[in-house]
């Protein structure tokens, strides 16, 4: 079962990160191993297994603004994600790619001291 989080009912208050830098989001009492997210308008670009999403709607950059100023203000190392209303995301099945992408903010990752978000399609 795939369960994605309403951008409109995101609360920021529901991100837990665990000591192992997995990002944890409670949705309703129920225990999410990242925070599982569709977006459905956007261009993209497709270079090496990598995506370039470039968002269009309003509500999605606005949501990935939100999320990327949660994390650099929580952590100073921060490389942020979002910039120029464009995201970069691993793909594991680039077939899948058609009016909707299914991602997920799973985890942190550190790179020389760096903290940077592990997103990765589903």
């Known amino acids: 079962m795939n369960i994605f989080i309403k951008k409109e009912n995101f ?8 000591k192992n830098n997995k990002i944890i989001y409670n949705l309703n009492n129920i225990q999410l191993l990242g925070i599982p997210i569709s ?6 670009k497709i270079i090496n297994n990598i995506i370039h999403i470039n968002l269009l709607d309003d ?3 606005l949501f990935f603004q939100k999320l990327d100023d949660y994390f650099k203000n929580k952590f100073k190392n921060f490389r942020s994600f979002f910039s120029n209303n464009k995201i970069t995301v691993k793909c594991s099945n680039i077939s899948f790619i058609t009016d909707e992408i299914h991602i997920n903010i799973n985890s942190l990752k550190t790179k020389e001291f760096i903290y940077y978000l592990n997103i990765i399609t589903i």
């Open 11 to 18: 609360d920021i208050e529901n991100i837990y990160i665990k």
């Open 39 to 44: 977006i459905t308008n956007f261009t993209h």
């Open 59 to 61: 509500d999605d950059i």
